[in-house]
């Protein structure tokens, strides 16, 4: 009885080493290191995968609205077939056609007015153009911004010598002598992230003989679309 009365009475630890308390911080700064830095990996590959959708939908929305464009061209419903319903350079693309028509009374037949209040946006002609990044729509003798992260476009006109509907070669940068030979337009669009600091070092990409390097994510993305109201 006596012992376990001793023993009830021995003296217990109250406290920690000085050693114990660093080994603690040691432990405790190596463990929210570790926890910031897959953090920080963790948010910049979700910057990456956004930078990338985005992308993707500004080229598929870019391309969407210049493919219905491009295939309406030369599209006058019930009027006469028009001359000059396609011009484009290395800043511009210059589209003209019916695109919604309600046609005037008794005018089936008659030349095209590409002025008349009949058409889409109350005009004929839509001009593409590029400004400060952004694809700019004009119609209607409005600048219509429609998508960003756009930073050039390159358009090859396909030419038809043969007169079979089919281009036979390629030509850029509006270096066509006839356009109404042309049947078939290659687009390519330089497409790019808005944020300039998602790569982790810079990259370098070329584009129309104009070389950028930075750290943004850039595509180029290109499309064929037919002139299917051409006739040559």
């Not at 897959?38 to 910057?47: A, E, G, T």
């Not at 008349?116 to 002609?125: F, G, Q, R, S, W």
């Not at 129309?208 to 390097?213: A, E, F, L, N, P």
Request: hydrophobic content about 40%; aromatic content about 10%.
């Amino acid at each position: 009885m006596n012992i376990m009365f001793k023993l009830r009475l021995k003296p217990h630890q109250s406290g920690l080493t000085l050693l114990e308390i660093l080994l603690a911080l040691f432990i405790s700064t190596f463990v929210l290191s570790g926890m910031i830095s897959l953090f920080i990996n963790i948010k910049q590959i979700y910057r990456l995968q956004v930078g990338y959708s985005r992308i993707q939908e500004n080229a598929g929305l870019a391309m969407q609205l210049l493919g219905r464009d491009i295939r309406m061209t030369g599209y006058w419903g019930c009027l006469q077939a028009s001359t000059g319903d396609l011009y484009g350079d290395d800043t511009q693309l210059i589209l003209k056609a019916a695109y919604i028509v309600e046609p005037p009374v008794d005018s089936c037949g008659e030349v095209v007015n590409k002025e008349a209040m009949y058409y889409l946006d109350k005009t004929a002609t839509i001009t593409y153009t590029i400004v400060n990044d952004v694809l700019r729509r004009h119609t209607n003798n409005l600048n219509n911004d429609v998508v960003e992260g756009i930073e050039g476009f390159l358009i090859g006109y396909g030419v038809d010598s043969d007169a079979d509907g089919t281009p036979n070669y390629y030509v850029y940068d509006g270096a066509v002598i006839d356009f109404e030979h042309v049947v078939s337009l290659h687009v390519s669009l330089e497409v790019s992230s808005l944020d300039d600091n998602l790569l982790d070092t810079a990259s370098t990409t070329t584009f129309k003989g104009v070389t950028k390097t930075d750290r943004r994510l850039r595509r180029i993305v290109t499309s064929t679309f037919m002139l299917r109201n051409r006739s040559i």
